[in-house]
């Protein structure tokens, strides 16, 4: 049985002890934040062993052997470096830390500890994805990689989400680096990192404020962008963020030499997109007929999923989670490599220092020269 | 009011949290109209001032705004020094997630009595609940509703992240009450309604699947209106003897479901809607509840049996309490009531 403990007792952590719940072998035997009754409010609802209010603290009483960080990003790094102090792996909420320094740091003392770590882009491990994975590692692309498409929107307008975080300007998502980006962007950025195997990459963004955000005299936060990413393996990426475009889209899509995949994250869909061509009027007929039969196959998959109660909204952590458990137990690979998660965070240094180029903590804490090379 | 009625003189300072609210404004333009005049309204950075601002003016009055956050100690401080009276009426509504309605709701509600514990003024806090908090369970169809009703045992088996919290929040005023000797008193208002809250209770039916259930029948239905609920929420705050009472609000004459629906179907442009009988919509309940339990959640617990007992069992409810401690009465008749609403709607649907 795993021993699992969760740090920070927010809205998230509702989710990861929902889904750690549904583990057969893995068991929260402690909850720990620093406001008292929201640790409480968790270890009541949840049947939790103990509760407590410091890291430390539980972490000497309990001895777990997995620490999940649900704290706001700016703690992951103290929080995260703690537990592997203690012994313990961990399973970081995205993003991983504020920068590409911290993330480095905290991967040089796990291997030095022998601990494992994650980071919680579980988007990357949802149905739908999971599939792509597949077909990708069976050469349905039809060689490497060319070139990938990814759309990742947010819907700014809902009224709680505007409320709380745009009318809040003391707000700790207005504290990060990247302010309301970096705590969104993460999901969309490191399914794009995952297929970039090349070492330099180049990093082209632009950023702005929205008209929607500007009618609510909201100048200080970034909700559009727009990103260019290739690799010295010439492959290319764009990645578009959006708060405002319809419909929200969270779609991927990825190409090879021979054919190409589209996942639809919000719709749970899987689409070939066949590099096949017919002749005359037969290709105006013949693959979308090819679609509508693949959109029939996955609405069978899904009502299927769902049948058998494996089609929970956060699957996909569920997923993340056990596999990141398995490495541990098992010895099985780890279900992010670290590569990627270092990736992930250049990028994302990468388009915070072109956004927000007045900002000097990247270059001054992160260490980076030139924030286009990487 | 008279002030020999009153447990402080009309120019002792009163602080109002969620006094931007659509209750909040309402009972600062009462405590306005009475001759209170040392209001501190306590506000977000992200309230929207404009619906305060016009009771304001239109009382041509100014109050202190201290604008500050509840999650933070120090602002609690700084808003409950030298208060006499505190309404707060600031919670978590209208949250699906359980920590934010309960920190939005419960720890808001332990930082300001932490405050009151080294405030020697203060003669009493009257925290604003809600109907949610009761149990029904015990009692029997149309039995009655009163405030000796339990509180509900087991909230997150309602599966409404509000019921948790304000369940929670009346146990930290009934616990620091007791345990450091603050003076409170409760408040729980049945549904409020009136011009700014077009939503429907559940109570009446829901329209989640496309098509609205109508599930209330020949319920009664706990209504109370904004102004009347305000006047209500006001004179428990001030009246001598309310001390750690609860009172319940709702109006007099109350609806029946049926007759309310077909009311709002008649005034605001008509929907179609499905009647279920109550054993049909508690077999559905129960039915969503065990297919919940049994997929783990793959469809959250929004209904089950507690819900159903709770909103659609069908009680009668009682203000005799309210009326005999505090004198209160209805100031705007069933009536009244519905035509102001049904006015604002209209022209809220014009203005869209």
Known sequence: MIKVVIVGCGKIADAHAATISMIPDAEIVGVCDHEELMAKQLYERFHVKQYFQEVAKMLDVVRPDVVHITTPPQSHFD??????????????????????????????????????????????????????????????????????????????????????????????????????????????????????????????????????????????????????????????????????????????????PKNGLLVNESHQSLIKLSGKKYVSYLERIVPLRNYAKQYRNNIAINAKLFLKRNFHMKVGMKFLIEAFYDSITKGSPLPIPYREIIITSKIMDSIFSQIYPNELFLKEECGIANSHLL | MEENDLIIKKSDRILVTGSTGFIGTRLVNALLQNGFRHLCCFVRHSSDLTTLSDVLNKNNATVEMMEGDLLNPSDCHQAVAGVSVIFHLAAGRGEKSYPSAFLNSVVTTKNILLACMTDT??????????????????????????????????????????????????????????????????????????????????????????????????????????????????????????????????????????????????????????????????????????????????????????RWSAEWKGNRYSNKKLKQLTGWKPRISFDEALRRYFEYFRNARRAK
């Open chain 2, 121 to 306: 003024s203060l003669r009493r806090f009257l925290n604003v609940s809600s109907f949610v908090v009761y149990s029904n369970q015990s009692l029997k169809h149309n039995e009655i509703l009163d405030e000796k009703c339990p509180m509900e045992k087991r909230p997150v088996a309602r599966g409404d992240a509000y019921c948790y919290a304000k369940v929670r929040q009346d146990e930290i005023v009934i616990e620091y009450g007791a345990k450091h000797h603050i003076p409170f008193s409760i408040v729980r208002p049945g549904f409020v309604y009136g011009p700014g809250n077009m939503s429907m209770t559940g109570r009446v039916g829901i329209g989640t699947f496309g098509l609205f259930l109508h599930l209330g029948g020949s319920n009664i239905i706990p209504f109370t209106y904004v102004d009347n609920c305000a006047d209500a929420i006001a004179l428990v705050g001030l009246t001598k003897g309310c001390d750690a009472e609860v009172f319940n609000i709702v109006d007099d004459n109350l609806p029946t479901s049926r007759k309310f629906l077909r009311l709002y179907k008649k005034n605001t442009g008509g929907f179609s809607s499905l009647y279920l009988p109550r054993p049909m919509s508690f077999f559905l309940c129960y039915l969503w509840e065990k297919y919940s339990d049994w997929s783990k959640g793959q469809l959250p617990p929004v209904f089950n049996r507690n």
């Open chain 1, 79 to 256: 929080i995260a470096r703690t537990c592997l102090e203690h012994g313990c792996h961990i399973y970081v909420e995205k993003p991983f830390t504020l920068n590409t320094f911290e993330a480095e740091r905290l991967i040089q003392l796990a291997n030095q500890k022998s601990l494992k770590l994650t980071v919680g882009t579980d988007e990357q491990y949802s149905h739908a994805a999971i599939r792509m994975r597949n077909l990708v590692r069976n050469g349905y692309l039809g060689g490497p990689v060319l070139h990938m498409e990814d759309y990742y929107c947010y819907d700014l307008g809902e009224e709680h989400y505007a409320k709380v975080i745009l009318g809040d300007k003391t707000h700790w998502t207005r504290k990060l680096p990247g302010r309301l980006l970096h705590n969104n962007i993460s999901h969309g950025i490191a399914k794009i990192a995952e297929f970039l195997k090349g070492d330099n990459l180049r990093v082209i963004a632009h950023g702005y404020t929205s008209l929607f955000l500007k009618n609510l005299n909201e100048n200080d936060i970034i909700d559009e962008l727009r990103v260019i990413i290739n690799d010295d393996d010439k492959t290319t990426a764009y990645f578009t963020f959006s708060s405002q475009i319809r419909p929200l889209l969270r779609e991927f899509r990825i190409f090879g």
